[in-house]
């Protein structure tokens, strides 16, 4: 891969994954989970970044991911970590609009590779080879998207018709085309001017926010004012918040690619998924003799080509094909693999009954560290607490619990009131209710212990935060 000193790559990392529930979680989107191989669909993405020696990336993400998205980034190896925090979801063109002026803030007119955090590529150099033939397109002032050649009658992609061309691998875009039915999408497939739309693209910065300028005016003029007034909280750039939310929401589809005459695509053969379903995840996934996906910990007897998710339990089938089983710690699904898209009807209804499954996991992430809650009914809680070395929980109190620790790995600093001391192992200590206090992990290790919460109401909510290392309020 050639160096290209001026390619700023961003990554869009603010999608929802609804349809990998109940795996994937608003809280905790498939982004963020490794369901192919030992790294997250972020890491990855990140990885192919390593590669084409170019700028640092710039990721932009949703406000509540934040601690996940740095710590992760952290992990890839990242060592500069440009973080823009969408105030809200407002799709795909404001969260472009804004990466590409924050760009312009760093470097003066790069050229941008706008790539999902949540799409696979098996064969990253032939995604090389066809980004170099983007990058020519686009240093001709072209906005390029990469279309997928498309491998079966998909019904859950759009398409893009590829029209004149422009170059050895580059056409221009005759249009692009909705998600097809079945009859359409076998027509596209044997037509080989049809592609998938694979939601990547390259361009130079001024070009396309020149286009959006033409075609979205107020858009542009929303997202200017959200990145010349952002602020700088910790690793985070914040972009403000007023501003942001007053821009209109649309796709960069909808708001310049299907109304641009700069439009072109690029062919893309290199194993592309957006992993958009279980019957995607299943297709990318190593399977057994008989065609089982499996994860975690399963026994499959007698049983094909069905997808088994476990995450903390022994799932044992017997008889059964074609099943999506995805098990987690406080929710299950099992449906019919040709059903996969229909998932989301699941998440829409447990939107209405306004269930906590559809948004958090029982095991909930904190920049400190996590809590998994073990029990609860009316008038307690128990949780189990992991802080990571060197954290800290803000300094805090609650109106309506008392808590008691119980320390059973690692060393604890407690703060309980006027007085701070060390708790360590088959310790305990007693926060009663309206106790400003606070925990840290005073080990070189991961400090664990179990937290029995008691009281009249033992929201989420109950916490007055007087300090706190990670900016929350």
Not at 175 to 204: I, Q
Not at 322 to 345: E, P, Y
Not at 419 to 433: D, Q, W
């Amino acid at each position: 891969m050639k160096s290209h000193a001026n390619l700023q790559p961003i990554i869009l990392a603010g999608g929802s994954g609804t349809r990998l529930w109940p795996l994937s979680r608003s809280a905790y989107p498939k982004q963020y989970l490794p369901l192919i191989g030992d790294e997250s669909l972020l890491q990855q993405t990140i990885k192919r970044t390593d590669r084409l020696d170019a700028l640092a990336p710039i990721t932009i993400c949703n406000e509540a991911h934040r601690f996940i998205a740095a710590e992760q980034l952290q992990q890839a190896g990242l060592k500069t970590a440009n973080i823009l925090l969408e105030p809200e979801a407002k799709n795909t063109a404001p969260a472009i609009a804004a990466a590409a002026l924050y760009a312009q803030s760093l470097n003066e007119d790069p050229y941008l590779l706008v790539m999902p955090a949540d799409h696979y590529i098996a064969n990253v150099p032939a995604f090389e080879r066809a980004l170099e033939s983007a990058i020519e397109l686009a240093e001709k002032d072209h906005i390029v998207t990469f279309g997928v050649k498309p491998t079966r009658a998909e019904t859950g992609y759009g398409y893009i018709e590829a029209g004149e061309r422009l170059s050895e691998q580059g056409k221009t875009v005759a249009r692009f085309v909705e998600k097809p039915c079945a009859e359409t999408a076998a027509e596209y497939l044997a037509d080989h001017r049809y592609y998938w739309n694979s939601g990547m693209f390259v361009f130079k910065a001024s070009v396309f926010l020149a286009e959006l300028k033409v075609y979205e005016p107020e858009m542009l003029a929303c997202c200017e004012d959200a990145v010349r007034n952002a602020t700088t909280d910790i690793d985070f750039i914040r972009l403000e918040t007023e501003a942001f939310s007053r821009s209109p929401s649309n796709s960069i589809d909808y708001a310049v690619m299907e109304r641009t005459d700069r439009a072109a695509v690029v062919p893309l053969d290199c194993g592309w998924d957006d992993v958009g379903s279980y019957s995607s995840l299943w297709g990318l996934q190593a399977k057994d003799a008989n065609g089982n996906a499996c994860t975690g910990d399963v026994l499959a007897m007698n049983s094909s080509n069905n997808l088994i998710a476990s995450s903390d339990r022994l799932i044992a089938t017997y008889g059964v094909e074609n099943l999506i089983i995805a098990d987690t710690s406080d929710a299950l699904l099992v449906a019919n693999k040709h059903d996969a898209q229909a998932v989301k009807k699941v998440v829409d209804r447990l939107i209405e009954a306004k269930r906590l499954e559809v948004s958090e996991h029982r095991k909930t992430v904190r920049p400190w560290g996590s809590y998994d809650v073990l029990d609860a009914a009316e008038g307690f809680k128990v949780k189990r607490i992991t802080v990571k070395p060197g954290a800290k929980l803000s300094v805090q109190k609650h109106h309506h619990r008392a808590e008691h620790w119980v320390v059973v790995h690692g060393l604890a600093r407690v703060t309980n009131g006027d007085h701070t001391y060390l708790v360590e192992e088959n310790e305990s200590t007693f926060i009663p209710i309206g106790q400003v206090h606070a925990l840290e992990n005073a080990g070189d290790g991961v400090l664990e212990l179990i937290e029995v919460q008691s009281g009249d109401y033992l929201g989420e909510d109950d916490i007055v935060r007087f300090d706190d290392w990670y900016g929350r309020n």
